[in-house]
């Protein structure tokens, strides 16, 4: 019998599984345990970035403060991220003007088409960014070609530039045309997502903290 297309994700599951009590139990121990590796990725992170976070913000709400917008973008489930945080933001008390560079279809597909995946961000930021915006980044690699091509045309643009990333940060890590880099120190692609969401709604409560002071 061939292997089924999900054994990677659960190994200890053989195909002609049929009793139910030790499959049961080895799912439970496997979420258990999963659940125990990202908590506490998420506290390392935290202790680990929490000045990188802090000085992001900061850099959001002045940028924010003085009228700019943030732009958020990235790939595959790090698009889901980007429109969790824009959505964040948008219910934001003050509000923060955010843009989804992922949630228009038509603009994302024709420019793949048409020109190429590498700048379907790019181009987006050359049509609605300009200096005193923000652009925030997520790449679970910190090497996603098309996210280090948006932060090289953001930084000609003269905006506050944010990349999150795992993998010890990738390439985005050392790149010029990254303002701050809040970097989630693993090697899973799980375990960087799931800790991704918990930073990049640290920063949005740290963003609307400020604000409340500036703003207020």
């Known amino acids: 019998m ?27 121990t496997s979420a ?36 700019g917008r943030v732009f958020v973008f990235g790939n595959g489930g790090s698009s889901t991220d980007a429109d969790a945080l824009t959505a964040d933001f948008a219910g934001s008390v003050p509000r923060v003007p955010a843009i989804s560079l992922v949630a228009d279809q038509a603009v994302l597909t024709a420019l793949a088409n048409d ?30 070609t098309n996210v280090l091509a948006a932060f090289a045309q953001a930084r000609k643009r003269g905006m ?24 989630v120190q693993s090697d899973s692609v799980h375990r960087i997502q799931e800790v991704q969401s918990v930073v990049l709604h640290e920063l949005a409560d740290r963003v609307r903290a400020h604000l409340e002071g500036v703003l207020s």
């Open 2 to 28: 061939s292997a089924e297309p999900t054994a990677f994700l659960y190994p200890f599951i053989e195909a002609d599984e049929r009793d139910p009590t030790p499959l049961v139990a080895h799912l439970a």
């Open 32 to 67: 258990s345990e999963k659940i125990s590796i990202s908590r506490q990725l998420a506290i390392h992170t935290m202790t680990a970035s929490g000045a990188a976070i802090a000085a992001a913000a900061a850099g959001v709400a002045d940028r924010v403060a003085g009228g």
């Open 115 to 144: 020109v190429g995946h590498d700048i379907v961000f790019s181009r987006q930021l050359i049509a609605l960014g300009t200096a005193g915006d923000v652009a925030i980044g997520i790449s679970t690699s910190g090497g996603s």
């Open 160 to 183: 506050l530039t944010i990349a999150t990333c795992g993998y010890g940060g990738g390439a985005l890590a050392v790149s010029a045309d990254v303002d701050h880099c809040l970097v």
